[in-house]
């Protein structure tokens, strides 16, 4: 049988992501591991792999589609396999060649008019960021086709079953919008949307109410829609996926998670002359923030009871200094993971935040490289902040917040002088990391970076 290829889980606990691009069309020979779509998460994209070697027989998902995990995205037929197999597949799984001619560039079979292809099998293709149409009821969008064959089968995704349940709504009554006329997720939420509406609709214009309610009760005005809430001269942006998962995540840290905050002021005379000689004389130029992160992991090797994390069974403790580097994005934040930072060579690890920069400017960021770590470092001072306190990366357990590198006036053996001196906050998950151990690391990491030689041993 040709092999069905389904969306994969492509971040843990997805129940969706966004097919953006297809990297093969239909007719292209490839073999398992190939990259085949390039699929887009909440913070990355992702390319994604064929499962198995033959020829693209179908396409089932357009470009720029939102789609459940598990839901069936190609066809791959293998060498001796037929047509009528692939024809089989796609009926067993409640999807026609109908959709195929949905999909820019895909043949029509013989057997399916133009104007069947027009009027019935059009699936409804979203851009990215733009899903979500809690406004208009299932009813509105145009189905693919019926989501249900012959012997009456409903097709729907395992979410959107789980969510109909759990809202007493019938599947059966609802139109699918997704591959084949499958029921997703997106047609139960406009369902719940439209029926929690339905009550408070005005009656239409010209049809005359009761006279005895009339004079009853004055008819109740119907609040305005949100869109059309804001005020001149402002315009409404909807929230991107990566924003919606900044805000989920974020929100979650800071109501769940007992912050505390440290502050110290660090003394940079030193070190700023040390990265003057350094990039001198090397052809890769360290930045500030290179020194910051590996004296980060260098603290975290000498207090490793702050490289932990709370789990509710546990704490988990962790061997090597893996920290997240928030890099600044259009519409969001990234915090890829730099690995033993504490064994790794300074050059080693400024390589590779700089590739990160880099690949976070295209959205290149891969979802592994996104996990993991127990501790994160960002900084505002190249943006001339002097000081801020910053919430935690849930999971992880700390976070190093750095302010720019500025000349102060300071006291030195009795006697004012001016230094370079930068603050850093450390916020710090109290269930696991007590202040004792917090106040022992920001030690170690300010001795680190006034001592910078240690940087370099």
């Known amino acids: 049988m040709p092999a069905l290829m389904n969306m994969p889980e492509v971040m843990a606990n997805a129940m969706e992501a966004t097919l953006s691009t ?5 007719g292209d020979t490839v073999a398992a591991g190939d990259a085949i779509a390039e699929v887009e ?26 789609v459940d995990v598990g839901t069936p995205i190609l066809i791959i037929q293998g060498s001796g396999e037929t047509d009528a197999q692939v024809a089989s597949l796609l009926e067993s799984v409640g999807t026609d060649a109908g959709t195929a001619a949905a999909t820019p560039g895909l043949a029509v079979p013989a057997e399916t008019t133009p104007a069947e292809s027009v009027e019935t099998n059009t699936p409804v293709v979203e851009a990215p960021g733009s899903r979500e149409r809690a406004d208009a009821p299932p009813s509105v969008l145009a189905p693919v086709h019926t989501s249900s064959d012959h012997n ?34 997106r047609d139960v939420e406009q369902a719940i ?33 949100v869109q059309q809430a804001t005020a001149a001269g402002t315009s409404s942006i909807p929230h991107t996926k990566m924003r919606r998962a900044i805000a989920r995540r974020l929100t ?25 000689q350094i990039n001198e004389s090397s052809s890769r130029k360290i930045t500030v923030n290179d020194l910051v992160v590996k004296a980060g992991g260098l603290a975290l090797r000498d207090v490793p009871q702050a490289n932990v994390v709370w789990t509710d069974e546990a704490q988990l403790q962790f061997s090597s200094a893996d920290i997240s580097v928030a890099i600044a994005v259009d519409g969001g934040l990234l915090t890829p993971v730099v690995r033993n930072v504490d064994s790794s060579s300074l050059s080693s690890v400024s390589v590779t935040i700089g590739d990160f920069v880099e690949r976070a400017k295209t959205g290149k ?17 190249m943006f001339g902040t002097k000081q801020f ?49 917090a106040a022992q690391w920001m030690n170690a990491f300010k001795t680190c970076m006034e001592n910078p030689l240690a940087i370099l041993i």
Request: charged residues 20%; contains cysteine.
């Open 389 to 437: 306190s910053a919430i935690l990366n849930p999971p992880q357990s700390a976070i190093l917040a750095v302010g720019a590198a500025e000349p102060r006036a300071v006291v030195t053996d009795g006697k004012l002088a001016v230094a370079t001196m930068m603050t850093c906050t450390l916020s710090a998950d109290h269930r696991v990391i007590d202040g004792a151990v």
């Open 41 to 66: 998460t909440e913070k990355a994209t992702i390319e994604i792999e064929a499962e198995a070697d033959g020829v693209i027989a179908r396409l089932l998902v357009g470009e720029g589609t939102s």
């Open 193 to 225: 949307t439209a029926q929690s509406r339905q009550p408070q609709t005005p009656a239409a214009p010209g049809v005359a109410m009761p006279s005895s309610t009339q004079q009853a009760e004055p008819q109740a005005t119907p609040a305005p829609p």
């Open 252 to 276: 979650e840290s800071k109501s769940t998670v007992p912050h505390f905050y440290l502050t110290a002021d660090v003394r940079m005379d030193d070190l700023m002359t040390l990265r003057k």
């Open 22 to 26: 297809w990297l093969k069309k239909e």
């Open 152 to 185: 009456g089968r409903i097709f729907s995704s395992p979410l959107a079953r789980r969510m109909a349940q759990e809202n007493q709504l019938d599947v059966s009554v609802l139109t699918g919008t997704g591959p084949g006329g499958r029921i997703i997720r």
């Open 365 to 381: 960021i891969r979802q592994d490289e996104l996990t993991g770590g127990s501790f994160s470092v960002t900084n505002l001072g």
